[in-house]
């Protein structure tokens, strides 16, 4: 039996979701401009670039445990086996190997000093807080989130601020206190939970996971090349200075990261839920009734930062600071953006309609654009190129990921009439 979402319920989730998102990502903005502020180019360049690998890793453990977990960590029915909080720790724990050793080896193959232990360290803790945090979500216990993400997030900034009035911040340091603060935060989630210790199915929750997260996992193989891409090849033409000047723009752009994970965050287990109980066109209803939540915030923001873009950047960086010079590039990217915020709504709705085949086929729809237009601007012209490439990329998938979204739509309507 999955419960109704009551109609008032959407507009409280969308709430708590961007509240809780807005503080994760507060937390990873906030550490973005700390270390841009006090780091060399090449310091932050580097750092930006183990960032984005990062992600990348994570991005993998989503598609095949969290994403599950999001969409399935609800049911309670026989004939629809959930994927537990115990299931999602040891999975994470066996497949954490592959994960880390991609990393390494991209970072290897670029030629990049790496602090291998504090990273690792990072990642892995990182991974099992966001076991926990997906869990609570999956229950739409978005407010129940807060208390962790204030002490990973946030808490984060604190520390590694604290640690600056006393020392250089070098990689090791800020690695090992983003460590930290997730141990921290996944201790005072699994309390929250309280799961049975038991393991029992779990090699029946992967063959699930597969099932339902294959298609994220090639969809999010397929995404590196249509947004992470873009900071290596900038890094192939100018080095960790370029990648650090093309990762300046990013965090100005960041600001609306809290609204465009949170509201996907928010659509996928609604829309999961919304479709089983009354049908995919009041799902789909629901999760564009959070979307134009979410544009109500970005949009704006999006407009002020192309017509000043000059005053934006100094406010982040400082009148004297070398990222200035980024004017003309960030009203590319603020077009792009919204773009991408467009398609990531239709691509969560599609994920919580159980979708993910469509979803890739989304994501998919970007890699020829970027690889013949995009990624090769971003290598010639740099940070400009990069800018004007992800703008190309984005009008392609995002018109994909609409239609796509459109014919499932019907297809569901047309079945459920034929039913």
């Known amino acids: ?52 690998g990062m992600l990348f890793v994570n991005n993998l453990h989503a598609a095949i445990i969290t994403y599950p977990i999001s969409v399935k960590g609800h049911s309670t029915g026989p004939e629809d086996r959930p994927v537990g909080v115990v299931h999602g720790v040891v999975l994470t724990l066996a497949l954490f190997g592959p994960g880390a050793a991609l990393l390494l080896l991209a970072a290897n193959l670029l030629g990049m000093t790496v602090p291998v232990w504090p990273v690792l360290c990072a990642l892995m803790a990182w991974q099992i807080q966001e076991v926990f945090r997906r869990s609570l979500m999956a229950r739409l216990s978005f407010k129940a989130c807060i208390p962790g993400d204030l002490i990973s997030y946030p808490g984060q900034v604190v520390l590694l601020w604290v640690v600056s009035l006393r020392m250089p911040l070098t990689l090791p340091t800020v690695f090992y206190c983003m460590a930290a603060t997730s141990t921290i935060a996944a201790m005072v989630q699994l309390a929250q939970l309280r799961p049975a210790l038991d393991v029992r199915g779990t090699g029946e929750a992967l063959a699930s996971c597969w099932r339902l997260g294959r298609w994220s996992f090639a969809n999010n193989w397929i995404s590196v090349f249509s947004v992470q891409a873009f900071i290596w090849a900038v890094a192939i033409r100018g080095g960790a200075g370029a990648a650090a000047a093309f990762q300046s723009l990013n965090n100005v752009m960041g600001v609306t990261h809290p609204v465009i994970i949170g509201i996907a965050n928010a659509i996928v287990p609604t829309v999961a839920r919304s479709n089983a109980s009354e049908g995919i066109k009041s799902a789909v209803r629901r999760g564009l009734t959070f979307g134009l939540h979410g544009a109500a915030l970005i949009v704006p923001y999006l407009i002020v930062l192309a ?19 980024l004017s003309g590039p ?18 969560a709705c599609m994920n919580g309609l159980r979708q993910p085949k469509y979803a890739f086929l989304g994501q998919a729809s970007a890699l020829i654009p970027a690889a013949l237009v995009g990624l090769p601007l971003a290598a010639i012209y740099g940070v400009k190129g990069a800018a004007i490439g992800l703008l190309i990329t984005n009008v392609t998938k995002t018109t994909a990921q609409i239609t796509l979204l459109r014919n499932r739509m019907v297809a569901g309507l047309k079945h459920g009439h034929a039913s």
């Open 1 to 52: 039996m999955v419960a109704e979402v009551r109609p008032g319920q959407t507009t409280r989730t969308s709430i708590w979701a961007l509240m809780d998102q807005g503080i994760a990502s507060l937390g990873s903005f906030g550490l973005q401009i700390l270390l841009a502020r006090s780091a060399t180019q090449v310091v932050y360049g580097t750092y930006a670039l183990v960032w984005v």
């Open 307 to 325: 017509v000043v873009p000059v005053l934006a950047l100094e406010l982040f960086y400082g009148r004297t600071s070398p990222y200035i010079a």
């Open 330 to 347: 960030i009203r590319w990217m603020c077009a792009a953006y919204l773009l991408m915020y467009t398609g990531q709504v239709a691509e």
